[in-house]
């Protein structure tokens, strides 16, 4: 902790005045003034608690030793055991702009608007859990500097003759991309990172550990060699697109390829050592059964994102709600025949079985996160694949099956009856529910994620 120079209180950063302040006096010190000796600018490390999850193995940093009482990844309630240790030093860091109260605002009036969702994550006590934490991301800094020659060509038809003209093109490129960043902690999934990106990299500030006071930081555990191919394609991309854009360009075909070396070399594309940034994310986690969900609030933009899973109850009961008016209306407006009817509730018993196989795909994706390369690039390569989702993810969609054999047996058999007809119907309808619940079931799934279990590698990353 960083003591107060007046009264020997706990220094924290206060996001108000960008400043330390200190609980007890209300002394403000500027963040740089208040370096320990260990954290000497020269070092490039500083002391830190790592605070460990004993049930998932998370782990967050603080420059605090006063115990933590939750783990902000799983949502288990614990003492989280506590050691002390070095930690990389950050370059840069944006420091919070958005207080606690301000998120939980922003975060509120984003649950609004989501009628579904379970009433928890609607209360008062579960929002005050919201943590300030600082994501640790690679900064790459790219630059293309260096003469440019393309070859373009442009065709015609003029008379009873085909024209090619030929055209050699040289210029020069100058051109540096310094706000490209990755999230570069495996426990904060990019899918996050990306839906409150972008952080304006123009508040980024020499970093200096007393920001951290009052805050947690992610653990810095993926490679910087992760994401540079990103960070050159994007450069690459936005260049090339920015050249072939020239109007004088617009009707020319050219040699430009798009293939990455190829576009390395013609622009003379080059990235610099990625630097250690932290950026400043709200994040509260919502745990049910074996789930979590997970929201978060841009620190300094404001931009949140939250997984939000729907309420059954409250789905169906809404959906009925809005049903019957409709029915109604439309009973009133047109006559159905039987057949139509039955027909009708086929077809939609096939809507909802493609919708739930889709969503059966999606769960399996995501709960193997195979779109994080973060995350893969921190997993033993001889790990064995994950097991699939157990019985939640399969079965459910044997109604609408049930509802479409059901139609198609009616419309074979033909009877002349038309209460065959409203049979066939009331039994599409109840296998349309029962796969439509299935569905609202992985939709909840989708909407959380499998507890984390951490296997930290240490070692290499760590100071
Ligand atoms: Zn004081
Ligand atoms: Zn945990």
Redesign the pocket.
């Known amino acids: 902790m960083y003591e ?1 120079p ?2 020997g ?1 706990n220094l924290k950063f206060d996001i108000a005045s960008q400043q330390l302040k ?1 609980d ?2 209300l ?1 403000l010190k500027d963040p740089y003034e208040v370096t320990k000796d260990k954290d000497a600018e020269e070092s490039n490390a500083f002391d830190v608690t790592v605070f460990t999850c004993p049930q998932c193995g998370g782990e967050i940093l603080s420059t605090d030793t006063s115990a933590a009482e939750f783990c902000s990844f799983c949502g288990a309630s614990t003492i989280l055991d506590s050691r002390i240790s070095k930690e990389k030093r950050p370059a840069y860091i944006i420091p919070f702009k958005q207080t606690k109260d301000a998120c939980k605002e922003i975060y509120i009036s984003k649950m609004k608007r989501a009628i579904f969702a379970p009433d928890e994550l609607k209360d008062k006590k579960y929002i005050d859990g919201f943590r300030g934490i600082y994501i640790p991301y690679w900064s790459y800094t790219i630059s293309q500097r260096g003469p440019v020659h393309m070859k373009g060509q442009k065709s015609y038809a003029k008379g009873n003759y085909d024209y090619t003209d030929y055209y050699d093109l040289s210029g020069e490129v100058n051109a540096c991309y310094n706000d490209l960043s990755y999230d570069a902690s495996s426990s904060f999934s990019d899918e996050l990172s990306e839906q409150i990106a972008p952080f304006d990299v123009k508040q980024t500030v020499q970093f200096t550990p007393s920001f951290l006071s009052g805050f947690y930081a992610d653990t810095a555990d993926v490679d910087s060699s992760v994401y540079k191919e990103d960070a050159l394609r994007i450069a690459n991309d936005s260049t090339r697109s920015r050249i072939l854009s020239t109007p004088a360009f617009s009707d020319l075909s050219f040699s430009l390829s798009n293939s990455d070396s190829d576009l390395n070399t013609a622009l003379h594309t080059h990235c610099d050592t990625p630097e250690r940034t932290m950026y400043p994310v709200w994040f509260m986690s919502y745990r049910k059964g074996d789930r979590v969900a997970y929201a978060t609030v841009n620190g300094q933009t404001g931009k949140a994102a939250a997984d939000i899973p729907i309420d059954a109850k409250k789905y169906i009961l809404g959906s009925l709600l809005l049903a019957l008016p409709i029915f109604l209306l439309l009973n009133f407006l047109f006559t159905f025949k039987p057949n139509f009817t039955l027909g009708l509730s086929a077809f939609l018993a096939a809507v909802t079985f493609i919708i739930h196989m889709t969503e059966v795909k999606k769960i399996n994706t995501r709960d193997q996160r195979m779109d994080d390369r973060g995350y893969l690039s921190n997993q033993p390569k001889t790990a064995p694949p994950s097991k699939r989702e157990p019985s939640a993810a399969r079965g459910g969609f044997f109604g609408s099956i049930l509802a479409v054999i059901a139609a198609a047996l009616i419309f074979i058999i033909n009877p002349v009856a038309d209460y065959w007809y409203y049979a066939g119907t009331i039994i599409a309808f109840i296998g349309v529910l029962f796969t439509i619940i299935a569905i609202i079931k992985k939709y909840n799934i989708l909407a959380t994620r499998k507890l984390p279990q951490f296997e930290r590698k240490g070692g290499d990353d760590r100071a």
């Open positions: 107060c007046n009264c209180g200190c007890y006096c002394t």
